[in-house]
């Protein structure tokens, strides 16, 4: 079984910054990918970032060049670095871990990031 716990979300101003954590325990294959999707009220679920056990990232075009995704694969921790922050930014942010190999993926329970005009 997998578990992921979701930090670092809280209230900030346009402008500001958060830095997201992901910590994932259990079973972990070592050819995975981790991601960050978003989801605001009313609205689906959408893919932000991810990046692979290789380092390979992949970024939604609206926050290139204010997100950046990173990992540290021996401890099977995700961040998301979340500059410059825009009220459009506001939802609930969740990890996502996928195992291509199996088919399998799971997510965190999700962190609130709320950004005040």
């Known amino acids: 079984q997998v578990q992921l716990v979701e930090s670092g979300g809280g209230l900030v101003q346009a402008g500001g910054s958060l830095r997201l954590s992901c910590a994932a325990s259990?079973?972990?294959?070592?050819?995975?990918?981790m991601a960050w999707y978003c989801q605001a009220p009313g609205k689906q679920r959408d893919l932000v970032a991810l990046?692979?056990?290789?380092?390979?990232?992949n970024y939604i075009d609206s926050v290139k060049g204010r997100f950046t995704i990173s990992r540290d694969s021996a401890k099977n921790i995700c961040y998301l670095q979340m500059n410059s922050l825009k009220p459009e930014d506001t939802a609930v942010y969740y990890c996502n871990l996928y195992f291509a190999a199996v088919g399998a993926d799971y997510w965190g329970q999700g962190t609130q990031v709320t950004v005040s005009s």
């Open positions: 990046i692979t056990t290789g380092g390979t990232t």
């Open positions: 259990g079973t972990i294959f070592s050819v995975n990918t």
